[in-house]
């Protein structure tokens, strides 16, 4: 089965500074990788999400992700970040090619943005 | 295009007692995938349906279980609720669910006392 790892629980940042946040992922087969982004009382957003092809993924609000297999991370960054983007970002995997393609979970990582 | 709906938003229910909870996917979509949310556990996988059958399940117990509807609609009902049942459920639609985007409903909180 896969894991998600976020290694960070909360990140703290001021506004206009970069920010990158952490997600390793365990599986024996090939998986998809997604970053999600809740809102307070919302429901996720789909920030971005590698499914194959180029390793570095651009997605919406300014945020990329680098897919790196050898060492099985999806980290999330952004080069500036704004207020509105305080919020829990969560990472998600699918395993490729199987049965089931339910989306498992990391814990979150709450970012945190001070003006 | 309107987004996953999910009805009711809160309910407070009390233990023992039974709940369904309801998601409209967006028009097109046939998969719906449920998703219970806690501070403690998390996200965890439900279970998934599509065109009618469910197609996977969590490890969640059997008082936890949906169906769909041919409109793709989902219920999900959750018998002789427990403290711990208390959560953010969200419901999840896409068009397949083998892998393509899937777009959260805003959840409903149900808080079991």
């Known amino acids: 089965a896969q894991s998600v790892t976020q290694l960070d629980s909360q990140v703290p940042v001021f506004e206009e500074a970069p920010v990158e946040l952490r997600c390793n992922y365990s599986?024996?087969?090939?998986?998809?990788l997604f970053w999600y982004v809740q809102y307070p009382n919302q429901g996720l957003q789909l920030l971005l999400k590698?499914?194959?092809?180029?390793?570095l993924v651009k997605g919406i609000n300014g945020f990329e992700a680098e897919f790196n297999k050898s060492q099985t991370s999806f980290h999330l960054r952004k080069p500036s970040v704004h207020i509105s983007d305080t919020a829990e970002y969560f990472c998600a995997v699918i395993r490729a090619g199987a049965g089931s393609y339910q989306l498992t979970f990391g814990k979150g990582t709450k970012l945190s943005v001070i003006p | 295009k309107a987004g996953v709906t999910q009805t009711p938003r809160y309910l407070i229910k009390t233990r023992g007692q039974q709940v369904t909870l309801s998601c409209s996917p967006i028009?097109?979509?046939?998969?719906v995938s449920w998703y219970q949310q806690t501070p403690g556990q998390g996200l965890q996988f439900l279970f998934e349906y599509f065109s009618e059958t469910q197609r996977n399940k969590g490890n969640f117990p059997g008082r936890f279980s949906g169906r769909q509807f041919s409109n793709s609609r989902s219920e999900m009902n959750v018998s002789t609720l427990e403290l711990g049942d208390s959560a953010l459920y969200l419901c999840?639609?896409?068009?397949?669910?083998?892998?393509?985007?899937?777009?959260f409903g805003p959840g409903t909180r149900l808080t079991v006392t």
């Open positions: 999840a639609s896409s068009i397949t669910g083998r892998g393509d985007e899937q777009y």
């Open positions: 590698y499914l194959s092809g180029s390793t």
């Open positions: 028009s097109g979509h046939r998969s």
């Open positions: 599986s024996s087969v090939s998986v998809y």
